[in-house]
């Protein structure tokens, strides 16, 4: 979870503008909820993340701005109420972002490990094996250049059996130190074709081509 200091609001046409104080990650079709501010408090979805001024819609519903006029860090979403001319907020709002990625779910990684959980323990650990493996997918994905990629649709089958297999992956080594439990008693080779394979899935490492 992310806060962020709303500094200017706006709204025009049943659509509002806040404009943070520092750069953020946030992307379109994402929620955010604002706080402290006069007349802009709530849960809203970002329609668009604008660098010009805001002047409304056209009688086709059509956003317009004033390509004259830039101003970063700024996000648009749909809220009703009377227009209000930009100007700083006073006092100072909060967002508040929490970056939730949900490709896949437990069930996803029960079918892929071919098991059933046994305890309540189990149940839990699945799921906490589960959200790590979305936050690291998402995270990954991001930093190797892939954008607007929505938290809530997986890209591609590939990269959402790549995902299952990374939450899989954390599942088998639980109670383990640094790779799958085995009952062995000589030492066994750590397996690698697994971490590589994901990483294929997740188009992750190699060169991005248009």
């Known amino acids: 979870m992310a806060v962020f200091t709303v500094t200017h609001t706006q709204r025009v046409d049943g659509y509002a503008i806040v ?7 946030i992307g379109i079709g994402q929620s955010i909820t604002v706080a402290g501010t006069t007349g802009f408090n709530g849960t809203f979805t970002v329609l668009a993340v604008p660098v010009y001024y805001f002047e409304g819609i056209d009688t086709e519903g059509d956003w317009l701005f004033d390509d004259q006029v830039i101003i970063t860090n700024q ?3 749909k809220d009703a109420g009377d227009d209000l001319e ?3 907020a006073d006092p100072f709002g909060t967002l508040t972002w929490t970056e ?8 996803d990684v029960l079918s892929w490990l071919g098991i059933s959980v046994a305890t309540a323990n189990d149940t839990t650990f699945v799921g906490v094996c589960t959200d790590a493996a979305n936050a690291w997918a998402y995270k990954a994905r991001k930093m190797a250049g892939y954008q607007g990629e929505y938290l809530s649709t997986v890209p591609s089958s590939a990269v959402k059996l790549g995902t299952i297999m ?5 599942y088998r080594e639980r109670g383990s130190v ?4 085995s009952f062995q008693d000589m030492a066994v080779t750590a397996p690698t074709g697994t971490m590589g394979q994901i990483m ?3 188009g992750i490492r190699r060169s991005q081509v248009a």
Do not use: G, H, K, N
């Not at 990374?166 to 954390?170: E, P, Q, S, V």
């Open 86 to 88: 930009r100007s700083a």
């Open 178 to 181: 640094d790779s799958y439990a």
């Open 200 to 202: 294929r899935l997740l």
């Open 100 to 107: 939730t990625c949900t490709w896949i779910v437990a069930a």
């Open 166 to 170: 990374y939450a899989a992956a954390l």
């Open 19 to 25: 404009q943070t104080l520092e750069t953020t990650e």
């Open 75 to 77: 996000l648009l979403f």
